[in-house]
T-cell receptor
Framework: RKEVEQDPGPFNVPEGATVAFNCTYS??????FFWYRQDCRKEPKLLMS???SGNEDGRFTAQLNRASQYISLLIRDSKLSDSATYLCVVNMEYGNKLVFGAGTILRVKS | DTAVSQTPKYLVTQMGNDKSIKCEQNLGHDTMYWYKQDSKKFLKIMFS???????INETVPNRFSPKSPDKAHLNLHINSLELGDSAVYFC????????????FGSGTRLTVV
């Protein structure tokens, strides 16, 4: 089993749609969780951290379910500029390193 | 000002050659990393240094040798390049083990022909 698994997509959605991405992780002792965004031929950039209580940043909402080892990202009112690859990222407790999922591709179309 | 800078941005070279990629950060971070992103876009850690000390060394062929002359620099030297080494290599840095402050460089696209 991969350490971090995501649905690769692509998700093709119209502008204004709500879209949700899911991610599962294998190590129950993992402590920190993040969503990163990567544009084509660019470096990954932190989108938001994911907290146990769930957190929101504008149109973006992240949720964590430790019991199910599951993380989600919800994007409301999708914009064309949201088109990118979204990477689920987990800090594995046994090493101070970030482990990246393979990414979910989002394409928002007008 | 560029926070984490890598050179070169593009590198095309023949099989069997030896090449180096350089990384420098001006954020005052003391932990630096090398990641490899292959053609399937999977981003995987290779090495990490904290204050010039190697702290993470994943299962990477020993043709790859990182060097950290000081905490602001982490270079990657690759011997006897192979076709499978073609990928994008990202340098990153963070303050200590603070994974919330992770910053990536813009990447070095290596093509081995």
């Amino acid at each position: 089993r991969k350490e971090v698994e995501q649905d690769p997509g692509p998700f093709n959605v119209p502008e204004g749609a709500t879209v949700a991405f899911n991610c599962t992780y294998s190590n129950s002792a993992s402590q920190s969780f993040f969503w990163y965004r990567q544009d084509c031929r660019k470096e990954p950039k932190l989108l938001m951290s994911v907290y146990s209580s769930g957190n929101e940043d504008g149109r973006f909402t992240a949720q964590l379910n430790r019991a199910s080892q599951y993380i989600s990202l919800l994007i409301r009112d999708s914009k064309l500029s949201d088109s990118a690859t979204y990477l689920c990222v987990v800090n594995m407790e046994y090493g101070n390193k970030l482990v990246f999922g393979a990414g979910t591709i989002l394409r928002v179309k007008s | 000002d560029t926070a984490v800078s890598q050179t070169p941005k593009y590198l095309v070279t023949q099989m069997g050659n030896d090449k180096s990629i350089k990384c420098e950060q001006n954020l005052g971070h003391d932990t630096m990393y090398w990641y490899k992103q292959d053609s399937k876009k999977f981003l995987k850690i290779m090495f990490s240094y904290n204050n010039k000390e190697l702290i993470i060394n994943e299962t990477v062929p020993n043709r790859f040798s990182p060097k950290s002359p000081d905490k602001a620099h982490l270079n990657l030297h690759i011997n006897s390049l192979e076709l499978g080494d073609s990928a994008v290599y990202f340098c990153a840095s963070s303050r200590g083990r603070n994974l919330y402050g992770y910053t990536f460089g813009s990447g070095t696209r290596l093509t081995v022909v």
